[in-house]
């Protein structure tokens, strides 16, 4: 496999990854879940300690970190904010200098986009962004995968969000679809826009890839989409927002009828999960044969473990 020197790199978004660094990322990913599949795992990670922080909850992406590290005899360590010093006792800067003194790299999940950029500015070790506010990195690779299990080459293919276009999973969605040629639609009320400093700062890649990036209120934006995602109403730390966005969003509930206003009979529905069902997918959609949501929640540890393969400096021969 052609290789690319991400050793040391840092996954906090991805505005800053070449189109053919994240390419190289989701060919290890099969790599490493055809292995997996063929029980054939190696031991990439023997000898090295990863500290995973969390501000905030979390099922797949801690598990897919913990299982993708433990299966490679590496050790994780888990460490909530309830347990550690990080921002209350202590500075941002002070832990991340500690952590990168014992830990090969470093997951954070939580609040703000600033404290995982400052744990990668002090740490001197990869920093792998588990979700903030604002970003989602590591889920919209694994989005991606999915795609491309389904549909093979992305390129040229519609995937249509539609729910919160504010929210960390449509940001970073916007940012990797139109980093590799994927036409992304974010369908949701004006309020909802996602901000245009992003969609101006995406608008050159989408340029160079051929990718369009679509914002609009419209339903019938779904026409045409090789995938409908959704995401919850209300993100992590936004729960008293909750009835406002119910009101916003229930026309842009994913039900069958929106499947069906695609007029492909091959289109599939993603969600990150957790899901609330009957809110913003139907059961019958998440349920249904067009779901690809478990493939995409497995599909987390195959890339979170290629994107800590590359950036530890371990994907030499992989
Ligand atoms: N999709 C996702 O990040 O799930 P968790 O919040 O369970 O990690
Ligand atoms: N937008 C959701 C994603 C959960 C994986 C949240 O931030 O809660």
Redesign the pocket.
């Known amino acids: 496999m052609s290789n690319f020197n991400l050793k040391g790199r840092s996954l906090l978004t991805w505005l800053d990854w070449e189109p053919d660094e994240i390419r190289y990322l989701l060919k290890l990913s099969r790599k490493v879940k055809k292995e997996q599949q063929e029980g054939k795992i190696k031991k990439r990670f023997k000898g090295k300690t990863v500290a995973l922080l969390f501000e905030?909850r979390?099922t797949?992406?801690r598990c897919a970190f913990e299982t993708a590290i433990g299966e490679e005899g590496g050790h994780p360590v888990f460490l909530s904010t309830a347990d550690i010093q990080l921002g209350s006792k202590e500075t941002v800067e002070d832990t991340a200098r500690v952590l990168g003194r014992m830990f090969s790299g470093i997951q954070f999940r939580g609040f703000k986009q600033s404290t995982v950029e400052t744990l990668a500015k002090y740490s001197g070790v990869p920093v792998w962004n588990g979700?903030t506010?604002s970003f989602?990195p590591t889920?919209v690779l694994a989005d991606i995968m999915t795609l491309e299990e389904e549909f093979g080459d992305v390129r040229g293919k519609k995937l249509v969000f539609s729910g919160?276009g504010r929210?960390?999973?449509a940001r970073s969605l916007i940012i990797i679809c139109s980093k590799l040629g994927v036409n992304i639609s974010i369908i949701t009320p004006g309020e909802l826009n996602p901000d245009s400093a992003l969609i101006e700062k995406c608008t050159p890649f989408a340029r160079k890839s051929g990718a369009v990036i679509t914002v609009s209120p419209d339903t019938d934006e779904v026409k045409g989409a090789h995938a409908i995602y959704t995401?919850?109403w209300?993100?992590?730390?936004?729960e008293d927002k909750k009835e406002g966005r119910v009101k916003l969003l229930t026309p842009y509930r994913v039900n069958s009828a929106l499947m069906q206003k695609t007029g492909l009979k091959n289109t599939i529905f993603l969600h990150?999960?957790?899901a609330i069902r009957d809110e913003e997918v139907s059961t019958d959609v998440i349920d249904g044969p067009e779901s690809r949501v478990w493939d995409e929640a497995e599909n987390r540890k195959h890339t979170i473990k290629a994107i800590m393969i590359a950036t530890l400096g371990l994907g030499k021969n992989s």
């Open positions: 905030k979390s797949r992406t979700l506010d989602h889920q919160d929210n960390n999973v995401d919850v209300a993100s992590m730390g936004e990150c999960l957790p």
